[in-house]
């Protein structure tokens, strides 16, 4: 059972900038097609970088604080009790900013039965994976100027 006034938020370190703290309440309970993740987001931090997804449909809740979101469209403060939907492809892309002193808590919701690829354009980098009921699964992250030809390193098939 999980519960989002007593969250098991994941371990590890994470990069200047992103010191959001996320509890996969998706995994907790073993969800294999809807992802759900708590996040807490301290003053001054990004809860990830702006990216859109191939699969995964996303849509975030604003539970408490004031977050900015950054979209194709721009930057704008949202307000408690705000939805978002993020739909998939370019038009999808989003990040949410705490630019306020107080923390932000959000719910983020997804539709993540099956392998996505997820683009970060700032870094111009892509990622590959699957998302398994109780996490892992193929993740990767490429750098899209590292691109290869279809057919590189394929010869002719033994006869």
Do not use: K
Request: aromatic letters at 8%.
């Amino acid at each position: 059972m999980a519960n989002i006034y007593r969250p098991v938020f994941e371990e590890g370190e994470r990069p200047e900038g992103f010191g959001a703290r996320r509890a996969r309440l998706g995994y907790e309970l073993g969800s294999e097609l809807i992802g759900c993740s708590l996040w807490e987001l301290p003053a001054g931090q990004a809860a990830y970088p702006y990216h859109y997804h191939f699969a995964d449909e996303e849509l975030v809740i604003v539970l408490r604080g004031r977050p900015t979101l950054r979209t194709p469209a721009g930057t704008r403060e949202l307000e408690e009790g705000e939805v978002m939907r993020f739909p998939l492809g370019e038009e999808g892309a989003h990040q949410i900013l705490n630019r306020t002193g107080e923390p932000v808590t959000f719910l983020a919701l997804s539709s993540h039965g099956r392998p996505d690829i997820v683009v970060r354009p700032d870094s111009n980098t892509l990622g590959v994976g699957e998302r398994l009921p109780r996490g892992g699964g193929l993740r990767a992250v490429f750098r899209r100027e590292d691109a290869v030809d279809y057919w590189d390193r394929e010869g002719p098939p033994e006869v």
